[in-house]
């Protein structure tokens, strides 16, 4: 069987796709799943966040056209591979963007049978709705929209999910939404609580129903280079991303 691959997408910035990306590869990693992290934000947080650095190679070799096996480097744990991402990936960006068919430039690289070897493979996308998250979703089988439980949460939500439908249409209609992921829930507050709620009346059985609770955990094991199920794995953090990652087989 193939790899199932999951872009991690919102247009928002710190609404924790990256923290959702790292920790659901390394929650299936666990669960024996071999998977494969790319990092597609210049930012670089994910690779930085597994403890890692792109020397030489990075995913902008990889939307150059050179074969994936020749990028990926070995993540902190067992089972989870990495792409690494670095800063002149924003260059890239702007050349995907004038290239005709750019949009495809990573489908391409991940096809081929190049991603079989792999349970999972997880595209972690910068904070826009530009080439390089165009280019995850066409790749992708599935795109996992995280949230922040927040006030203005909900605000520009069904203008991305119409946008990731437009990517459907127009170029990969295997494109599905695994969910939207309610994270950094502070629990115990009603602001919280009401967010939760207006997100389940507006989608649904398209929202998680398992969410993820502002932890500091979560927020630390990166600067350790580790995802918080090897940081400390009885966090509260830890055991909800173990249990969206549980979800997220039975939602693929
Ligand atoms: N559940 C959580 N509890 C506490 N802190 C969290 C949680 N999720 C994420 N964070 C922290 O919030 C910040 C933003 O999270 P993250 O980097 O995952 O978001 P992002 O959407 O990838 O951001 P960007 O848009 O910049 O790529 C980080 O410092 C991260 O450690
Ligand atoms: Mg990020």
């Known amino acids: 069987m193939s790899a199932r691959v999951v872009a991690v997408a919102n247009q928002k910035g710190g609404v924790g796709k990256t923290t959702t990306a790292v920790n659901l590869a ?18 670089a ?6 403890g890692r650095r792109a020397n030489g190679h990075s995913t902008v070799d990889l939307l150059d ?11 902190p744990v067992a089972n989870l591979e990495l792409v690494p991402a670095k800063a002149e990936l ?22 081929d049978g190049a991603v079989d070897a792999y349970g999972f493979v997880f ?13 995850a979703l066409a790749a992708a089988d599935r ?49 919280a609580d009401e967010v939760e709620r207006e997100l389940r009346t ?15 955990r979560l927020a630390e094991a990166p600067s350790h280079g580790l995802p918080a199920i090897a940081y400390d794995r009885r966090s509260a953090g830890a055991e909800a991303y173990w249990k969206v990652a549980m979800e997220l087989v039975e939602r693929t």
């Not at 056209?65 to 993540?75: A, E, H, K, Q």
């Not at 595209?123 to 280019?135: A, I, K, M, R, Y």
């Open 45 to 50: 947080n994910a690779t930085s966040g597994l």
């Open 143 to 191: 795109v996992i929209v995280p949230v922040q439980a927040e006030y203005y949460a909900l605000e520009g939500l069904s203008q991305l999910l119409g946008s990731i439908d437009l990517v459907k249409r127009r170029l990969n209609p295997r494109l599905g939404v695994a969910g939207i992921l309610l994270t950094m829930v502070d629990a115990r507050t009603r602001l």
């Open 90 to 111: 924003a260059a890239a960006t702007v050349q995907l963007s004038a290239l005709e068919g750019g949009e495809r430039y990573l489908a391409d690289a991940l096809g």
């Open 123 to 135: 595209l972690d996308c910068p904070p826009s709705f530009g080439p390089l998250t165009v280019n």
């Open 26 to 43: 390394a929650c299936l990693a666990e669960a024996g799943e071999r998977c494969l992290l790319v990092d597609l934000d210049p930012q």
């Open 202 to 216: 507006h989608f649904g059985d398209l929202v998680f129903t398992q969410t993820v609770p502002r932890s500091v």
């Open 65 to 75: 056209g050179i074969p994936l096996r020749d990028l990926v480097t070995p993540g």
